[in-house]
């Protein structure tokens, strides 16, 4: 079967089940004095088709999305699926509030926060400050195979 290869602006209700997957995404943010350098992150897909994550205050990235406030996050399925992947780009807020939330949801999505080890790792990552970020999807490119 040839793969399936499509451009939209919107996000298809398979690839809305597909980013609620417990998947790491690659962000890449678009300033920056050397080529993009994609970064894995947890993500969260929301009710409004907006894509969150959170980043530690004092990120690089941070810098560069106040500067200029595009991005994009790629998923890919894992090895031993079919390839697919979905890319999303568009506009990004920084927001303040939110963030240790988040984080909490998303230690419990990729974390088994029953182990003491994992419920120690969140609780120490939620002593630092942390920012959320919110990709709205301008842009939807995906593969299917």
């Known amino acids: 079967m040839a793969p399936v290869t499509a451009v939209e602006t919107t996000l298809t209700p398979e690839d809305r089940d597909f980013l609620r ?18 970064r894995p992150v947890w993500f969260e897909l929301t009710t409004e088709d907006t894509i969150e994550l ?7 990235k941070v810098r560069h999305l106040r500067a200029d406030p595009r991005a994009s996050l790629v998923v890919a399925a894992p090895v031993g699926e079919r390839e697919r992947w979905v890319s999303v780009t568009g506009p ?6 939110g963030a240790a939330d988040l984080a909490r949801r998303l230690a419990a999505r990729y974390w088994d926060l029953d182990d003491p080890a994992r419920a120690a790792d969140l609780e120490a990552m ?6 959320r970020v919110v990709l709205r999807p301008q842009r939807v490119s995906r593969v299917a195979v």
Do not use: C, I, K, N
């Open 21 to 38: 997957r417990p998947l790491h995404g690659f962000l890449t943010v678009a300033a920056g004095p050397r080529p993009p350098q994609p």
């Open 54 to 60: 959170f980043t530690a205050a004092g990120a690089a």
């Open 92 to 97: 990004v807020t920084v927001e303040s509030d």
């Open 126 to 131: 939620l002593a630092d400050e942390y920012l």
